[in-house]
């Protein structure tokens, strides 16, 4: 859009000063307007070269043998998971120095194994090529206090020098704990109000 732009006369009459001001104030937002819209087309540019997207999860590097939930991962993920972490872990007792703050048979302790896995997905996608600037620092901030948490399982297992340490639990939940984690659950849901059709909440029936 074109400025409205034209000199005014000597002493001109004050509705010839309302319109130049009206002109100028319209060229003004016009030319915000057009700032705005370039930035966006930036941010849009950005995103599509990160290969990300304005919605939705953003999904693990390449790198990470997704998904890491060890529970639901059958042979082969399981497998590519172990190669994967064993690795990482190799690299990062050296390369920090670990070897007094994680034992040798960290494989040995699930607590570790989970521990260790959300490290090492933290650090490759902190690593990732798409990943900010700041990411590395701010593994390490997290990294700070992971190191604190591995510690307090170190002094758990008791395993030193390279000796694993067995550890038998003294104390289990009993057998029918789940049966009444469930009848509590019914009987919290038993008195809360439903939603009826329309969005009015209704009284739980005694």
Same mark, same amino acid.
């Given at each position: 859009?074109? %400025?409205? !732009?034209?000199?005014? *006369?000597?002493? /001109?009459?004050? !509705?010839?000063? %309302?319109? $130049?001001?009206?002109?100028?104030?319209?060229? +003004?937002?016009? &030319?915000?307007?057009?700032?705005?819209?370039?930035?966006?087309?930036?941010?849009?540019?950005?995103?599509?070269?990160?290969?990300?997207?304005?919605?939705? /999860? +953003?999904?693990? *590097? *390449?790198?990470?043998?997704? @998904?890491?939930?060890?529970? &639901?991962?059958? +042979?082969?993920? =399981? %497998?590519?998971? #172990?190669? #994967?972490?064993?690795? #990482?872990? !190799?690299? $990062?007792?050296?390369?920090?120095?670990?070897?007094?703050?994680? @034992?040798?048979?960290?494989?040995?302790? *699930?607590?570790?194994?989970?521990e260790l896995t959300g490290l090492a997905a933290a650090w490759h996608t902190a690593y990732d090529d798409t990943a900010p =600037?700041?990411? /590395?620092?701010?593994w390490h901030e997290r990294f700070a206090r992971a190191r604190l948490r591995l510690r307090d399982w170190d002094d758990y297992?008791?395993?030193?020098?390279?000796?694993?340490?067995?550890?038998?639990?003294?104390?289990?939940?009993? !057998? %029918? #704990?789940?049966?009444?984690?469930?009848?509590a659950a019914n009987a919290d849901l038993a008195d809360r109000p439903t939603v009826v059709p329309g969005g009015s909440p209704? &009284?739980?029936? /005694?």
């Amino acid at each position: 859009m074109d %400025a409205f !732009d034209f000199q005014l *006369p000597d002493d /001109p009459p004050a !509705d010839m000063v %309302a319109v $130049a001001q009206l002109a100028a104030t319209v060229a +003004r937002l016009a &030319e915000a307007v057009d700032t705005l819209h370039q930035q966006h087309l930036t941010l849009a540019d950005t995103v599509t070269r990160g290969g990300g997207q304005s919605a939705g /999860p +953003r999904k693990a *590097p *390449p790198s990470i043998p997704w @998904p890491l939930r060890w529970a &639901e991962l059958d +042979r082969d993920g =399981a %497998a590519q998971a #172990w190669a #994967w972490l064993i690795d #990482w872990v !190799d690299w $990062a007792v050296d390369r920090y120095q670990l070897a007094e703050e994680i @034992p040798a048979c960290w494989y040995q302790h *699930p607590p570790m194994i989970e521990e260790l896995t959300g490290l090492a997905a933290a650090w490759h996608t902190a690593y990732d090529d798409t990943a900010p =600037a700041d990411g /590395p620092l701010l593994w390490h901030e997290r990294f700070a206090r992971a190191r604190l948490r591995l510690r307090d399982w170190d002094d758990y297992t008791r395993c030193r020098n390279g000796t694993h340490t067995d550890r038998h639990l003294d104390l289990a939940w009993p !057998d %029918a #704990w789940r049966e009444a984690a469930v009848q509590a659950a019914n009987a919290d849901l038993a008195d809360r109000p439903t939603v009826v059709p329309g969005g009015s909440p209704q &009284e739980a029936t /005694p």
